[in-house]
């Protein structure tokens, strides 16, 4: 059996690389993918606390997130895709105006 603070080292890696990639990067569509990275990093940490604890109220959790995940990245894309539409970018500093 793999022991817990492995899963929670390569969370706390992914989370990381997450917050990196929202910080760093410019592209809105990177940072939509780094900001889906942080959200597994702490789904990962709910399951490997419910399996080590034998419980299964965080594995609902996580469920639960993920169905929320997809919902988020419906909407995101959408209007990521209806921003590149009118504005022909995908730079997070060409945005910074709420009108075109």
């Known amino acids: ?25 410019r592209n809105v569509l990177v940072t939509f993918m ?8 702490a789904n990962l940490v709910l399951v490997a606390f419910a399996f080590a604890r034998q419980d299964i109220l965080g594995q609902v959790i996580v469920f639960f997130v993920i169905v929320v995940a997809a919902a ?6 959408a209007l990521l895709v209806t921003i ?17």
């Open 72 to 77: 988020e990245v419906a909407v995101g894309l």
């Open 84 to 100: 590149f539409r009118t504005r022909q970018t995908t730079n997070v500093d060409d945005m910074t105006l709420l009108k075109g």
């Open 34 to 41: 780094s900001v889906e990275m942080m959200l597994n990093a």
């Open 1 to 25: 059996m793999i022991p817990t603070y492995y899963y929670v080292a390569l969370s706390a890696i992914m989370f990381a690389i997450g917050v990196i990639g929202v910080l760093v990067r």
